[in-house]
């Protein structure tokens, strides 16, 4: 029996959920997916610029796990990038220690401790005080009841705060449906098994 994935931490949830080649409709795409704790490795090693030591410290894994986590998203993304896949950014075994919000009207993005936002039952944007905003965690499929593994799976999520996002997970237009809850919930066509 294979021992259980242990949680790791997340700064806080990515902007979009879906990147896509363009001029490709979505019908004729398939996709890779990238879970949330291999976006977090590619945030601190390659974006960040963190060695792989400081960044498994930061995402509470010890340094080969890490290795192994950001091996894998090279891997997925350069998959995605020679076979004009789509990415989708979901699923995975974390845990968030922010949120980010997005307001709908001003376009505002800021982030939110965690606890803070389990606490509050309505969040306003605090540059202009609307109650329209786009939950970047639960874009994401984290549930707050999960908070221990977050591998999420709720429907929602769409469009990320006026940059080019994708579709929301109801629309199913990939072949061999991109509809799933979190982790392996369905084989989509064209994804390696491995």
């Known amino acids: 029996m294979a021992k259980p994935k242990k949680s790791r931490k997340v700064k806080y949830p990515p902007m979009a959920v879906y990147f896509k080649p363009q001029g490709?409709?979505?019908?004729?795409?398939?996709?890779?997916?990238?879970?949330?704790?291999?976006?977090?490795?590619?945030?601190?090693?390659?974006?960040?610029?963190?060695?792989?030591?400081?960044?498994?410290?930061?995402?509470?894994?010890?340094?080969?796990?890490?290795a192994r986590i950001v091996q894998s998203a090279h891997k997925k993304i350069a998959?995605?990038?020679?076979?004009?896949?789509?990415?989708?950014?979901?699923?995975?075994?974390?845990?968030?220690?922010?949120?980010?919000?997005?307001?709908?009207?001003?376009?505002?993005?800021?982030?939110?401790?965690?606890?803070?936002?389990?606490?509050?039952?309505?969040?306003?944007?605090?540059?202009?005080?609307?109650?329209?905003?786009?939950?970047?965690?639960?874009?994401?499929?984290w549930i707050p009841a999960l908070q221990g593994g977050g591998p999420g799976g709720r429907p929602g999520g769409g469009q990320g705060c006026g940059r080019r996002g994708g579709p929301g997970r109801n629309r199913g237009a990939t072949k061999g449906g991109a509809q799933g809850r979190g982790r392996g919930g369905g084989k989509r066509q064209g994804r390696s098994q491995g």
């Not at 039952?121 to 540059?127: F, G, K, R, T, V």
Request: hydrophobic letters at 35%; one cysteine or more; charged letters at 25%.
């Open 24 to 66: 490709i409709p979505m019908f004729h795409l398939q996709q890779v997916t990238l879970s949330i704790d291999e976006y977090e490795a590619i945030r601190l090693v390659d974006y960040e610029q963190h060695d792989q030591e400081e960044a498994a410290r930061m995402m509470a894994v010890s340094r080969p796990t890490c």
């Open 79 to 141: 998959e995605a990038l020679t076979l004009a896949k789509a990415i989708r950014i979901e699923g995975g075994s974390y845990s968030l220690s922010a949120n980010r919000y997005c307001c709908s009207e001003c376009r505002h993005t800021w982030e939110a401790d965690i606890e803070k936002a389990l606490m509050q039952n309505e969040a306003l944007c605090p540059q202009c005080g609307s109650k329209e905003l786009l939950d970047l965690a639960g874009q994401a499929g």
